[in-house]
């Protein structure tokens, strides 16, 4: 039975860990605190559903159409809200502001269009996997390949890539990178772009098997940041890892508690990271000036 709980969590968890690299990609790098990342959450559900059921594309288009569709709404939201404001030299704290007015408006678009009320993709019992004592449906079997091969590829993407290198190198130091002669405006739009489609993959992917609403996306983006704080701030590999320990610990919460208590022992773990290793496991320590 334990073996089960530890699957879901895995799956769980790298749900977490796709939300989570599309969240650090900006934070590590940026230094935006995007929290507009739980509003393109929802955007990128409702228009795989928009697509799929509504206009009836085949469900694999319609998800690729809501993946480009969020990846061009992440690079507008830099457009039209970030970049203005650091032109103009605004705080950290006045950014992370206007990106939770952002998020605000972009749910309540999506309420004026789609309506309030949940809704899934689809709607019939699905084919279950059996692998000895452990059942894997189709939604999560797609869960497990996809999401696992798209971390994998990214893994490699930032370890051997030369945008990965650039990716490291502006992480660590944007002077640097700067006065080294690389154009930190086409990074920018570059780690937007992927953003937006990290977080549209793992929207995708959760969807389709359980459903939507508008207010999933900040409960997302939490476990997200907890699974970003975990794995180890300033680093972006480390998110994997974050978000496979955090969904394996509320899965196993579940089996040895209730449901009811997953939402605590999340909370409990930021607590105590935040109090006793504030840059997680594997993060980088900052340097006090």
């Known amino acids: 039975m334990v073996t089960q709980f530890i699957i879901n969590g895995l799956i769980t968890g790298i749900l977490y860990s796709l939300v989570a690299v599309g969240f650090a990609l900006i934070y590590n790098t940026m230094k935006i605190f995007h929290l507009a990342a739980a509003a393109i959450y929802v955007f990128a559900a409702f228009m795989f559903y928009a ?14 159409i809501a993946i480009v569709l969020s ?6 939201s830099d457009a039209v809200v970030y970049r203005p404001l650091e032109s103009r030299g605004a705080t950290g704290n ?3 502001i206007a990106s939770i007015g952002l998020m605000t408006v972009i749910i309540n678009l999506l309420a004026i269009f789609f ?9 019939q019992v699905q084919r ?22 798209v971390l994998i590829l990214f893994l490699l993407f930032l370890a051997g890539s030369s945008w990965g290198i650039r990716i490291r190198a502006l992480s660590a130091d944007r002077i640097l990178y700067e006065t080294m002669g690389y154009d930190v405006g086409r990074t ?4 937007f772009l992927l953003s937006g489609a990290f977080i549209a993959i793992g929207s995708c992917l959760t969807v389709y098997d359980v459903g939507m609403d508008l207010n999933m996306g900040m409960n997302v983006l939490i476990n997200a940041l907890v699974a970003m704080i975990l794995g180890g701030v300033g680093r972006l590999g480390t998110c994997v ?35 006793f290793r504030p840059q997680g496991i594997a993060g980088l320590k900052q340097r006090v000036v």
């Open 128 to 149: 279950v996997f059996s692998f000895g004592d452990v059942l894997v449906t189709t939604p999560q079997m797609w869960q497990l390949t996809i999401g696992a091969c």
């Open 115 to 123: 309506g309030r009320e949940a809704r899934v993709i689809v709607n």
């Open 94 to 96: 006045v950014t992370m």
């Open 241 to 275: 890892a974050g978000g496979l320990v955090l969904g394996v610990l509320q899965s196993l919460t579940v089996y040895l508690t209730s449901a009811n208590w997953q939402g605590a022992v999340t909370f409990l773990l930021l607590l105590i990271l935040l109090l």
């Open 188 to 191: 920018r739009s570059g780690l």
């Open 71 to 76: 990846m061009g709404l992440s690079l507008l």
């Open 51 to 64: 697509f799929a059921v509504t206009l009836k594309v085949p469900v694999p288009a319609a998800a690729l």
